[in-house]
């Protein structure tokens, strides 16, 4: 689907790394391998905030027969290196080191978020925060904190990000009362446990939020099921949004009748409409290393948000190598769109979507789209 406003609003050029949280930390030249997968908020002032990944990476991870990893430890930065030959470079975001038993990896960046200030209609990057920066602070974050994802629920911005260590992949949350100064609560889900999301509103004074645990094992649906086992979005519920238990019945699973969705997993915060909560999510169609990452709709029941009232089995957003074509020098990737924000302009919704693993697009959607 095309919609008449849709642009890159934040690309790699853009990111000033003499301000990076890293600067002068590692003796190692590095340089911005994407800005993108951006939550998104309103402010006070009625601009919005995007809150960006910053994967900052070695110029020269290889060198001198090692492959090396930036870690972040006591409060201070450290290259780590491995023999070449232990390790599977194929992928350029991560290195998989042979021979552990288990599929062990570390990553070619380090990411940190950054507040992004733009224009209400969020076409316009108004100011960069540098100083508000977000970098690791625990060692459940040594290798980094990624992909946040902002709720508003009453008065309070909640924001889930991905932490990650040799100790876990966990949700990690943080909290703020204006956006502006955020305090890390923790950890609130469990290893592979990602791609959290908020619901924007109580459900019988509850917090609500969608999971997506990741595993190498699922069990098979029965034959002629119109489901397909693999990854799915789950629920789960919280009195205070620190302390969550897994709903028992499932959210959103992949259909049988089509391999464009065959891993899915979460977008955007759900959002309360006059139809239910809309939920944006991403479906990934197997492709070579990374598959191709597209973004789908549902409209979830406002008192159960288990039950799936409307699913568009067609994309909303794809791809896109138009917006690309003037960075493609930059690319290291294909084939993904990975939607992680969204917010009510009234008669549409501005919706942040990570194009490429490398930037920032935004896209105005009608909600004409979505009745």
Not at 76 to 91: F, I, M, N, Q, V
Request: glycine share 8%.
């Amino acid at each position: 689907m095309r919609f008449d406003t849709d642009k890159l609003i934040l690309v790699p050029d853009d990111i000033d790394l003499s301000r990076s949280p890293l600067a002068g930390a590692i003796g190692a030249e590095t340089y911005v391998l994407g800005a993108f997968n951006p939550g998104l908020t309103r402010l006070a002032n009625g601009n919005l905030l995007m809150m960006v990944r910053v994967a900052e990476a070695l110029r020269a991870p290889i060198e001198d027969g090692h492959v090396r990893a930036i870690r972040w430890a006591d409060g201070a930065y450290h290259l780590d290196s491995w023999p070449l030959e232990l390790a599977d470079t194929a992928d350029p975001r991560k290195f998989v080191l042979r021979g552990g038993g288990w599929k062990i990896m570390a990553l070619t960046s380090l990411a940190w978020l950054l507040p992004v200030e733009i224009s209400p209609d969020g076409l316009q990057v108004i100011a960069i925060h540098y100083d508000r920066a977000i970098a690791p602070q625990a060692d459940y974050q040594c290798y980094g904190v990624e992909d946040a994802r902002i709720s508003r629920v009453g008065d309070r911005f909640l924001m889930t990000t991905c932490s990650v260590s040799p100790e876990r992949h966990s949700t990690t949350l943080y909290s703020s009362n204006d956006t502006i100064d955020w305090t890390l609560e923790g950890i609130v889900l469990d290893h592979q446990n990602k791609d959290m999301l908020i619901f924007e509103g109580l459900i019988d004074g509850s917090y609500w939020a969608q999971t997506r645990p990741l595993g190498d094992l699922y069990f098979a649906y029965p034959p002629g099921s119109e489901w397909r086992a693999g990854p799915s979005i789950n629920l789960a519920r919280s009195p205070d949004a620190l302390h969550w238990k897994p709903h028992d019945r499932p959210g959103i699973r992949p259909h049988a009748n089509t391999v464009a969705t065959a891993r899915i997993g979460g977008g955007t915060p759900p959002i309360l409409t006059d139809e239910g909560w809309l939920t944006l999510w991403h479906g990934v169609e197997p492709k070579q290393i990374v598959g191709i990452y597209r973004t789908y709709w549902s409209i979830l029941d406002r008192d159960d948000p288990t039950k799936v009232l409307r699913t568009d089995h067609a994309p909303l957003l794809e791809p896109s190598p138009e917006l690309t074509a003037p960075i493609a020098h930059q690319m290291y990737l294909h084939d993904v769109v990975f939607t992680t924000g969204i917010v009510d302009a009234g008669d549409h919704y501005i919706v942040a979507s990570g194009e490429a693993d490398l930037a920032c697009r935004i896209t105005h959607i009608p909600k004409s789209v979505f009745a």
